[in-house]
């Protein structure tokens, strides 16, 4: 600009900014410990090739950056969706062993939805969820405007050289073999020392800045998709992939929304989470996750096994509980009695518990064992209303204090 021409203001701001470019201006920044984040993919690429057809494919490498301290860290990646970079977020901090204050990222689109120059800043629904479980904010810089994240740009040059052109000449089919040859580079990386400051990335990082970083949560956070409008059945669950969750009861008929992570599904109706389910892996078909707690009680079914086999025989009387214990006695495995003392349990709701306690009377003076087979016999003839009024009768004629079958055992000895 010439001294001593008058310009406009708008004339004047656009020659100052021209001056500024052409001069390469900057201000020295000073940076806080644990305060930002700066996070990016790098421009250069790594390749896994595939063992059995060949190709080779590319993979991109997510790089943070703390400027404090310079710390980086850097993971491969298949590709660059929204679930990864959300995970290489969360493997960030805990690379890090804590939090900082603000992320600062690229306008992406996996992350960003509009970066308007007035107004909020929108972020997509899950960078939004990590952003509040991890209570950071999200701050992406300025469309066109790489100085705003400059350490993590000019970590991205120096990983260029420090891990993807030390690793050029391995060839790679094994992203887990590609990931663990990346750690150790990192590691070099952050240890090796500064050559205009004292100390490396990582010795400035353990002895100022961790301290600093707030503590993870206690669980990470889980990348979820949502599923909007689904409809509770008369069954009370909802469908997802063919696998069946349930609700309480009374949201029958009601329109829900699944939050879907790779091991839960949360169940929400408008803002109020009504039930939570661990996910049935992607391979299970047609399965049910039931909380007893969820059936109408009317629908309440028991569980039954030996002890509750038991305590129904015990219920119908002495007779029936020694034919139920001897039935168990005779297998091998309380699992193969529990359909043979059902069924003879079963009889009691046709026939009474009465005539089943009088028929396994009978039944135990004939045979070691009585099955289904024969007591329903009994029943079925009415031997069990016989012997029922023989056994009263005995009773009521037998003398007071009198033992019977004393005679058999000894005579006069048994009696009282």
């Known amino acids: ?3 001593g021409v008058s310009v406009g203001y708008s004339k004047f701001c656009d020659d100052y900014a021209k001056y500024v470019e052409q001069n ?21 690429t790594m390749r896994l090739t595939d063992p059995e057809e060949g190709k080779v494919y590319p993979v991109y490498l997510f790089v943070a950056v703390l400027p404090y301290s310079q710390l980086a860290y850097v993971e491969p990646c298949l590709n660059m969706n929204e679930q990864t970079w959300i995970n290489c977020n969360v493997h960030m901090f805990e690379y890090f062993g804590g939090v900082t204050l603000r992320i600062v990222c690229d306008n992406l689109k996996t992350g960003v939805i509009t970066h308007p120059r007035e107004g909020d800043i929108v972020l997509n629904q899950c960078y939004e969820d990590f952003s509040n479980h991890y209570c950071t904010a999200i701050m992406p ?16 040059g120096k990983i260029a050289t420090a891990i993807i052109a030390r690793l050029r000449n391995n060839k790679y089919t094994s992203i887990h073999d590609l990931r663990t040859d990346v750690a150790a580079a990192l590691e070099d990386f952050n240890n090796t020392p500064f050559q205009k400051r004292e100390g490396s990335r990582r010795k400035v990082f353990e002895a100022n800045e961790r301290i600093t970083l707030r503590p993870l949560p206690a669980f990470p956070y889980e990348y979820a998709v949502w599923e909007y409008g689904r409809m509770i059945g008369s069954d009370f669950h909802v469908t997802y992939q063919t696998c069946k969750y349930s609700v309480p009861y009374r949201f029958v008929g ?5 939050k879907i992570t790779d091991s839960m599904i949360e169940i929400y109706c408008g803002h109020e989470r009504i039930s939570s389910h661990k996910r049935f892996p992607s391979y299970v078909r047609n399965r049910y996750d039931t909380y007893p707690e969820d059936i109408p009680e009317r629908f309440q079914k028991t569980e039954w096994n030996e002890l509750t086999i038991r305590q129904w025989a015990a219920s119908v009387g002495k007779q029936t509980l020694t034919v139920i214990d001897r039935i168990f006695k005779s297998y091998s495995t309380s699992e193969q009695a529990i359909n043979p003392a059902m069924s003879v349990l079963k009889l009691s709701k046709k026939y ?5 306690e009088a028929a396994c009377g009978l039944a135990l003076e004939h045979v070691s064992v009585p099955r289904y087979s024969h007591l ?3 029943l079925a003839s009415g031997q069990d209303k016989e012997y029922s009024v023989n056994k009263k009768l005995e009773n009521e004629s037998s003398p007071a204090g009198f033992v019977r079958g004393a005679a058999y055992y000894g005579g006069d000895d048994h009696a009282e």
């Open 352 to 356: 009474s518990s009465e005539r089943l």
């Open 1 to 3: 600009m010439k001294e």
């Open 254 to 258: 009601k329109t829900v929304d699944l």
């Open 376 to 378: 329903k016999a009994i």
């Open 141 to 156: 810089a300025g469309v066109k405007k790489p100085k705003q994240k400059a350490s993590v740009e000019g970590t991205v």
């Open 24 to 44: 390469n201006l900057t201000n020295h920044i000073t940076h806080k410990p644990g305060v930002v984040c700066e996070v990016d993919w790098s421009g250069k």
